[in-house]
């Protein structure tokens, strides 16, 4: 039996920003529990201290260059995984996670208090699966830093869940490690002037994931590359793919408690009810025979924002209903905004973040767009199509390898998608899908039952992951 420990920023249950807490809370579940002994370990933010109950393990400190501050370790065991949280206030206890400028500093701290706290667990650590720049320092500390403790027979996997963020920041940061400064000077973590979180894990991890196949081929290129292609393609030996699943029994319409009606595969009808019930919460004119548009996004310019920006006027020239739910960049809101005032009782924008609300929206909505100008995996689209919804995508990593689009000579498909990010052929596309919707009713209901008999879940993925995680020994 493996120790494998995942080492992350957010997960769920317990905190969320996007689809990296999905990822965090449901594939450690799925893993093979008679091989792997698997454990989650976070940073303990105010909002989880606020909200659950959790044991206090131990203490211990850890010196970051001339800082020593102490670290609390807690614990509680949530569907037979083991979850950790450190607490350190001054860090952690704040409203938010990410967007301080200290930003570099408390993960940092996180990154060597993960190593510190390994005696205190009751099992052996053979794997530290971390993820996204947050975690990116813990293989090198591992293997330079901490090498003394005996800890370079641990191996290390490490998953880019979006390389636009790398955790780059001046020179300066290196003081809060008690890395030899040849490791700056030769470049294992140098990234222009300053160091680079990022860099440091593509370069010192046993194995490099991704989250989908589309993306690990996209991201060795300038186009996608966000200037870390050279150091990803000097390991392209040892990265890999592998596409993300969602958790399969929160995302289920027949069970799901926050959506009013639930409904199935073999009994679609009330998914019409959580249409209109949606219409009416969002004060939408109730009806079924008008399509019904949603998003549920971050805000952010990945996400294709500019299309629907600079398409706005036309979208809403559609026979057509929409809704967002989203949160994020200023400008993009205050866009947004205007949506509802412009077209009252037909276009609503909820700004913010509601878990509940996003449920609604995934059941309630006939079409769910997608038009991101790159998406590692996504997770938004395959939820859709769980929930009987068909995405509108745009042909980029995740959402290219895992929505079929719709053959109207053979009515195959999961979706609809277009390939070149603009806005006439986003418009294109819609309008073929409103098409479809108004004038190929039967088509519509297809591949509604299609998308809904995908497997979206991780059963295949773990699979992937263990193959992986067996490899390194
Ligand atoms: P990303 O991680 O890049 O934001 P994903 O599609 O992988 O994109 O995951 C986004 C996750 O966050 C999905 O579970 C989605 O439902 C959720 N989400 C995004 N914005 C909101 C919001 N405003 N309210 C509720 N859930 C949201
Ligand atoms: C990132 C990506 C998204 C992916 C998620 C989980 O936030 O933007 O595409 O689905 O991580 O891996």
């Known amino acids: 039996m493996k120790g494998l420990l995942f080492a992350a920023s957010e997960g769920l249950p317990f905190i969320k920003s996007g689809g990296l807490a999905d990822v965090i809370g449901s594939l450690p579940q799925c893993i093979n529990d008679h091989e792997f002994r698997v454990a989650v370990v976070m940073p303990l933010y105010k909002k ?13 400190h850890v010196q970051s260059g001339l800082i020593d501050k102490e670290a609390v370790l807690y614990h509680t065991n949530l569907n037979d995984i083991d979850y950790y949280f450190i607490r350190q206030d001054d860090y952690f206890n704040r409203d938010g996670m990410y967007g301080f400028a200290d930003d570099g500093e408390r993960f940092a701290f996180y990154n ?31 293997k330079q830093e901490y090498r003394d403790k005996k800890y370079h027979k641990i191996k290390h996997v490490y998953t880019i869940h979006n390389l636009a963020f790398q955790g780059n920041f001046p020179k300066e940061m290196t003081r809060y490690f008690n890395l030899d400064y040849k490791f700056y000077q030769y470049g294992d973590i140098k990234f222009d002037d300053g160091i680079s979180f990022m860099k ?15 993306y690990a081929q996209e991201i060795l290129t300038d186009e996608f590359g966000e ?16 596409v993300n699943g969602i958790d399969t029994e929160i995302w289920n319409p027949e069970t799901d408690k926050y959506i009013p009606y639930n409904y199935s595969v073999n009994a679609l009808a009330n998914k019409k009810k959580c249409k209109n019930a949606l219409q009416n919460r969002l004060g939408l004119r109730v009806a079924d025979d008008v399509l019904l548009v949603g998003m549920v996004s971050r805000l952010t310019w990945q996400k294709g924002a500019a299309l629907l920006i600079e398409k706005m006027h036309q979208i809403m020239g559609q026979d057509i209903q929409l809704v967002i739910l989203g949160t994020g960049d200023n400008y993009i809101e205050n866009q947004l905004k205007k949506i509802e005032y412009d077209y009252p009782h037909r276009a609503v924008f909820y700004c913010g973040y509601s878990e509940e609300l996003a449920h609604e929206v995934y059941a309630g909505v006939d079409l769910f767009l997608m038009p991101s100008l790159f998406e590692p995996c996504g997770i938004s689209q395959l939820i859709s199509m769980r929930y009987g919804t068909l995405p509108l995508v745009r042909e980029t990593g995740g959402l290219k390898d895992t929505v079929e689009p719709y053959n109207e000579y053979d009515q195959t498909g999961t979706g609809f998608s277009f390939k070149y990010f603009s806005g006439d052929e986003l418009m294109y596309i819609l309008k073929y899908a409103i098409h479809v919707y108004y004038y190929k009713q039967k088509d519509w ?11 979206v879940s991780w059963q295949l993925s773990a699979k992937k992951y263990e193959k992986l995680y067996k490899s390194l020994f």
């Not at 706290?117 to 320092?137: Q, R």
């Not at 200037?227 to 592998?242: E, F, P, T, Y």
């Not at 209901?445 to 497997?455: Q, T, V």
């Open 48 to 60: 989880i201290m606020d909200n659950f109950e959790l044991e206090e393990v131990d203490s211990f």
């Open 445 to 455: 209901k297809k591949l509604m039952r299609n998308a809904m008999k995908k497997d």
């Open 112 to 142: 060597k208090a993960v190593l510190e706290m390994l005696p205190f667990l009751p099992f052996e650590v053979n794997i530290i699966h971390s993820h996204d720049w947050h975690t990116g320092m813990i293989p090198i500390l591992c």
């Open 200 to 214: 440091a894990a593509v370069t010192y991890a046993d194995k490099v994931t991704t989250v989908s196949e589309s």
């Open 227 to 242: 200037r870390m292609q050279s150091v990803l393609n000097s390991r392209k030996a040892d990265l890999v793919g592998i």
